[in-house]
């Protein structure tokens, strides 16, 4: 039987993708040949990475708006690496908002590389909200944020207007909320959260960003030298970004982000609920900066925790542990998750009420 996964990443995707993706490793458009053994130059394969770029471009809204989507590997976390080494000029600065694990990561990526500032942290309070009314310093090259922090359930709401390249980590929330996504320069996503299996970062760039920093950048680092070569300067990680096609279509196919958001409104609005309404939980973030892709919460009470466990192991849910870093739990509501296993989960925390009440003395 199918769980109900959780997992905060690589995580669920919508069944069809599997099954599609299985097929063209078996025989890719009836040709013949397994999509893992044609070259990555061949027609079949330049269509699908063709059709993954333009599709990427048309689901964000930024057709014809002088962007260019590639993608890549080395993951979210090479990313970290190459926004400096496209960005930051000699002797400049970069401006980050450290709001959590992966913001930090990218913050360390980039002060090794050059100066860093911090424009705001939550990392004294354990990163349980997003900072608010910090000023970015005007003579930043770019200022960088990170819109979800999947191990601490916060999420960006608003986003700062700058006169200044934004780039934002948007790993595991891309695709599952409407944006402006014209406000952001760079915008880079590891697939594994919401797009795809792991091996391939899909990165998001205003072109015109690029090539003002004066660097001489590795070729493999320079997202010129990858714009230049539509994506294939190497060979790329040829079945993830087939699988993500397939996810990209699918979220095509049922409405685009528009569509999804109002499930992830629903599933979020649904298990926040019962986080609040049921004395034995307690949620993790503050209220305002709640994820709609990973709700962390605890039980007030350890003690029950063995108990919450079995129940909802046996309710079939998969993936549920909180990240060690928050402890208790962490639901990870990605697309592809659907509304319905949340409604098990939420049952499983109404159940567990239950049956921990104190019987009643009588007389
Ligand atoms: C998972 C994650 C990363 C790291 O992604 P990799 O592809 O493993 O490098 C970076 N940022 C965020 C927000 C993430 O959730």
């Known amino acids: 039987m199918k769980k109900h996964n959780y997992s905060a990443g690589p995580c669920i995707l919508p069944q069809e993708v599997f099954e599609k993706s299985a097929q063209a490793i078996l025989n890719f458009n009836n040709s013949g040949l ?22 990427v471009l048309e689901l964000l809204g930024l057709e014809g708006k ?4 590639l993608f890549l590997a080395g993951g979210a976390s090479l990313e970290f690496l190459m926004v400096p080494y496209n960005l930051l000029k000699e002797g400049g600065k970069a401006a980050y ?4 694990t992966w913001a930090a990561a990218a913050i360390k990526e980039a002060q090794s590389f050059g100066n860093t500032t911090i424009v705001a942290s939550s990392k004294e309070e354990n990163y349980n909200h997003i900072p608010k009314g910090y000023t970015v310093p005007a003579d930043a090259d770019y200022f960088h944020c990170t819109s979800n922090n999947t191990i601490f359930g916060t999420q960006m709401k608003e986003f700062p207007s700058l006169d200044m390249p934004i780039v934002c980590d948007m790993s595991s929330d891309i695709f599952s909320r409407q944006l402006d996504f014209s406000k952001f320069d760079i915008i880079y996503a590891g697939a594994q959260k919401n797009m795809g299996p792991a091996g391939t970062t899909l990165v998001v760039i205003k072109e015109e960003v690029l090539g003002k920093n004066g660097r001489n950048i590795p070729s493999m680092l320079d997202y010129a030298k990858h714009i230049k070569a539509e994506s294939m300067y190497n060979t790329p ?3 993830p970004i087939y699988a993500s096609l397939l996810t990209l279509q699918w979220l095509k196919n049922l409405g685009g982000i528009a569509a999804i958001e ?4 629903a599933k979020a609005a ?3 609920a019962e986080i609040d309404r049921n004395p034995l939980f307690k949620g993790a973030a503050a209220v305002e900066d709640r994820s709609n892709m990973n709700a962390t919460f605890l039980l007030n009470d350890e003690v029950h925790a063995a108990t919450f466990d079995a129940m909802w192991k046996a309710a079939g849910i998969s993936g549920l542990p909180g990240h060690r870093s928050v402890g208790g739990y962490r639901a990870s509501m990605y697309n592809a998750l659907p509304l319905e296993s949340v409604q098990v989960l939420v049952d499983v925390m109404k159940e567990l009420e239950k049956s921990i009440q104190i019987p009643a003395l009588s007389n």
Request: aromatic residues 10%; hydrophobic residues 45%; negative net charge.
């Open 97 to 100: 908002l450290d709001t959590g």
């Open 262 to 265: 109002k499930i992830n409104n």
């Open 237 to 239: 990680p040829v079945f």
């Open 66 to 69: 002088g962007y260019q989507a």
């Open 34 to 55: 397994s999509l893992l053994e044609i070259s990555h130059r061949s027609k079949d394969f330049v269509a699908v990475m063709d059709e993954a770029r333009a599709i």
């Open 270 to 272: 649904l298990l926040y």
